[in-house]
């Protein structure tokens, strides 16, 4: 399973497979159930995950009780809090997995260890962190730009193995409408 984090650090900076040995020592393997929470909001956030096979979505519930998506994490993705986990405070944010899970974790301390171990991992974590960013601002521009149906049918179009992967009433919660209404224009599109 490792050798996915391997391959997929070596796309941004290149390590050895004699340091990788020494690399994946600071992580722990988990099996995440469908449902299972790994970080509940209001406590601190001291992981980071990357996804080896599954899916995982961070959240949080607003004012009303309704839960709105903020994040997916397929295969080869990372997710955490970045915030909380970078200043070790409270998350106000619940990461669940949407489908049984395969992944690794890293403490906040391990992955500053590890860093200062191999500080080429530094550059890694920043394109990381650059592509997470990046999505971010995507997001906000389309739902700044876009009506609610062309959001839905953008997603979908360009983003199908978070479509076929993810169920509807999550994806609706990620580009802020109603399960209802993304019924709604499906079966409009279909007619």
């Known amino acids: 399973m490792s050798e996915q984090l391997f391959t997929h650090i070596n796309k941004f900076s290149a390590i050895s497979p004699e340091d990788f040995n020494r690399i ?9 159930s469908k449902k299972q929470v790994l970080i509940e909001a209001g406590s601190f956030c001291n ?3 990357f996804v080896l096979k599954g899916c995982l979505h961070l959240y ?10 903020v994040q997916f994490a397929i ?8 915030l909380a986990y970078l200043g070790q405070t409270k998350t106000g944010f619940t990461i669940q997995a ?10 906040f301390e391990k992955q500053e260890q590890l860093l200062k171990e191999f500080p080429q991992l530094e550059r890694y974590f ?11 601002l995507m997001k906000m521009k389309y739902l700044y730009d876009f009506s609610k149906e062309e ?3 953008h997603f979908t179009e360009h983003f199908p193995e978070f479509a076929q992967r993810v169920p509807q009433y999550l994806i609706a ?8 209404y993304v019924s709604e224009i499906r079966a409009k599109k279909r007619s």
């Open 60 to 69: 949080f519930t607003n004012e009303k009780g309704v839960e709105r998506t």
């Open 98 to 107: 949407v489908e049984d899970t395969q992944l690794l974790s890293i403490s």
């Open 126 to 136: 920043r394109i990381m962190y650059q592509i997470a960013y990046g999505s971010s």
């Open 151 to 153: 959001i839905y049918f």
């Open 47 to 49: 992981q980071n995950f």
């Open 173 to 180: 919660s990620f580009l802020g409408l109603t399960p209802e």
């Open 75 to 82: 295969d080869n993705w990372w997710m955490t809090d970045n």
């Open 24 to 32: 994946s020592s600071f992580f722990e393997f988990e099996k995440i």
